[in-house]
Structures are given as C-alpha cells and as structure tokens.
C-alpha cells in the first residue's frame, strides 16, 4: 500500500487528506503535527470584539481523522532525509513514499522591541484573547496597526487580517459609545499598502480609513517598537497598544536540512508544488515559495489550491505518469469591517474589487460554519 506521509495539520494539510480520500486511492496517510487540533486563524479577528472565543475556533481533528482512516503521529518534525523518504520527529522515525510538506511559516521577530511591547494578533487564540483584554482595561488612549514584509522576499506578507483587525476594533468601539476616547492608528513602510489586493483595493482600504477617522503613517519603516511608541525612519507615532503583524519565513526546521531553500527562507517549489529536485516530495501553503503573480497570497484559499494540485500530481505519479496539473493562483478576500466587508477577488488579469458589502460580513461568518462543518461532524 502507497504510503503518504503529511507533515502539519493545517488547511493545506487537510485538503491533502481530503482529496485523497475523495480519490479513493488506495493509501496510508500520515498526519505528523505536535497536536490534532485545527485553530481556524480567520477569525482571530473576532476575538477582540467578543464575537469569538478560543474555543469557538478549535477544532478537535480526532473524530475526523478516524474517519478518513488518518494514523496521527503526534510530533514535531526536525529532519527530512534520504531526498524526502525518511521524515525525522522528535518522537520517532517515519518512512514514506510519497511526501507533503505543510508545516506552516513563522514570523520574523527581528524588529527591536516587537516581542516585548507589541502583540502579533495571529499567532493564535491566545493573543486575540490579550487583545479583547488590554482594550476592554482601557479607558481610552492610542492603538497603532500595522504589518511589515519580509524584505528577501516580499510576497510573504499577511497584511490583510491587520485590516481587518483594525475595521473591527473601530466598529466594537463605535458599538460601545467609546470611539470618541480612542485614536486609531495604521502604520505602515509602504505608500500602498495592501497591493497584492490591487490599486482599487488599497484607494477603498485608505478611504474607509479616512472615513472612520484612522490616521495613517506610510511610507516609512517602523525601526523599533518601545512602551508606549512606535519609531519609524521618520517620525515617532505615540501608542498605548500596538499589534503588528510581521513578515513571514520558513519553519526553524529547515535550517536543520538540505531541503532547497528560497532567499527568503521559505521551501523551494515549482508551480506543481513540487520540492525542487526532489522525486515525490511536495510543498503547500506557508512552508513554500513559490512561482506566481506578484499578488500570489499567503492565505489559507491559496494553500488549498495548492494541496489539491499536490494530490493530482501524486495520484498521477502513482499511476506511472507525469504530474501535469499546476496549481491555480486566485486571491479571495473579505476585509471584513465587524458590520460589513470589503470584496476583493484575483485569478491572472482579473481583478474585482467592491468597496463595502453590507452582507460581506455575514458572508464570511457563513464560510467559516460550512468550513468547518467538515471536521466538526
């Protein structure tokens, strides 16, 4: 029997399980992730508002992995070798055949202070819980958002959820009668953020921000974060509360391999979300680099692409072909304002972009229940 062997448990992680199964291929799958729980990232952005707790967006994997027949190999990976077929953990050794590799990114916390004096809103529930805290404690004041990039290699940003977390923490304080005590603060290195969404998305973003009475500082990095101010190449911008949401890089175990590696730190894959040079070991999601658009997104939409590519191309390798699917790059985003959206959507030349949805955001509250129905049940 093929032996499939997963590394993470992520969105692209758990499309892989579920279009092989859906294939009705004959395979073990191996799921090797520290825990079998899915924390559904998108709405973190909930939690400051009180709209989401932790528990609301965990999802315990147990059920569904004993229905697809999944073996969970509890662990955390420190070495791939012998060109993807042996897959070191720091519980024990695994063997495969056919390899995924979907552990993820992390942040780069260089930026002098971000660690002690900034939250970074998606690292998970924990920190959306800190934030619905530190701004219920406080009787007014200055919170400053903003996202940098990862300058080696500038695809591998997260800028939309700091939107998001912005739109919502002005509405939550407009709903509560205490918009008037705070100012509200975006800060960013670039004069167009967000313009992987495109030229309209980043005039609607700007505009709303006007709108809602939102200073905005661009155009100038930030080069330290201290107690109560942020400190760009320009200016100093005073701040009670910061949240900033860094660049991405590659998971920490890769520096222990000789997997082909991007400048930037992520998995080297081509657009079959193959490891370059390597037989049978593919990358999806955060974990790779990939060739694409400039606007080609690190968002979950994008993962699951590329882990139904991943599939296609195993399945065809099974039968003795050629992979010959590549995966599609598409930007779908709902900026979500808390009471409304922003509509953004990419695939090649085509760009649609509607400035507020009334219904964008019930829209997404919608996804995220049949999103999950899948796991839940």
């Known amino acids: ?34 825990n079998n729980h899915l924390t559904y990232l998108p709405s973190l952005i909930w939690m400051p508002a009180g709209l989401r707790k932790g528990s609301d967006i965990d999802v315990n994997l147990e059920k569904y992995f004993a229905r697809e027949n999944v073996v969970w190999h509890q662990g955390s990976v420190t070495n791939v070798t012998d060109e993807g077929r042996t897959v070191e953990t720091d519980t024990g050794t695994l063997t495969n055949d056919y390899l ?21 809103p998606c690292q998970g529930p924990s920190f959306g819980q800190m934030i619905h805290d530190r701004i219920a404690a406080m009787d007014g004041g ?24 912005l739109f919502n923490i002005e509405t939550m304080l407009r709903q509560q009668g205490r918009r008037d005590k705070f100012n509200l603060v975006f800060f960013n290195g670039s004069e167009t953020p967000g313009i992987r969404l495109g030229e309209k998305a980043v005039k609607g973003l700007l505009g709303q921000m006007k709108k809602r009475g939102i200073a905005t500082h661009l155009g100038a990095k930030p080069i330290r974060i201290e107690a109560d101010k942020v400190v760009t190449e320009r200016e100093e ?141």
């Open 1 to 34: 029997m093929t032996h499939i062997v997963i590394l993470g448990s992520g969105f692209g992680a758990l499309t892989a399980v579920k279009q092989i199964r859906k294939s009705r291929v004959d395979a073990q799958i191996t799921v090797v992730s520290p």
């Open 100 to 120: 995924i590799i979907a552990t993820g990114g992390r942040y780069i916390q260089k930026l002098p202070g971000i660690k002690e004096h900034a939250i970074i």
């Open 142 to 165: 200055t919170i400053a958002v903003g996202f940098g990039t990862n300058p080696k290699e500038p695809k591998a940003v997260r800028g939309g959820p700091m939107f998001e977390f």
């Open 237 to 377: 911008i005073p701040a009670d509360l910061v949240l900033m949401m860094p660049g991405l890089t590659g998971p920490l175990w890769l520096d222990n391999t000789e997997l082909p590696r991007s400048e930037g730190g992520f998995l080297q894959g081509d657009e079959k979300c193959r490891v370059t040079g390597w037989a049978h070991t593919y990358v999806v999601g955060d974990t790779g680099s990939f060739p694409g658009p400039a606007w080609l997104a690190k968002q979950a939409h994008q993962a699951d692409l590329q882990a139904e590519a991943a599939v296609a191309n195993i399945l065809q390798e099974i039968k003795g072909a050629a992979p010959s699917h590549n995966f599609k790059s598409e930007l779908i985003c709902i900026v979500d304002t808390l009471d409304s959206g922003i509509v953004v959507y990419r695939r090649g030349d085509r760009t649609f972009f509607m400035p507020m949805f009334r219904l964008g955001h019930w829209a997404k509250r919608i996804f995220e229940r049949l999103y999950l129905k899948a796991y839940r049940k």
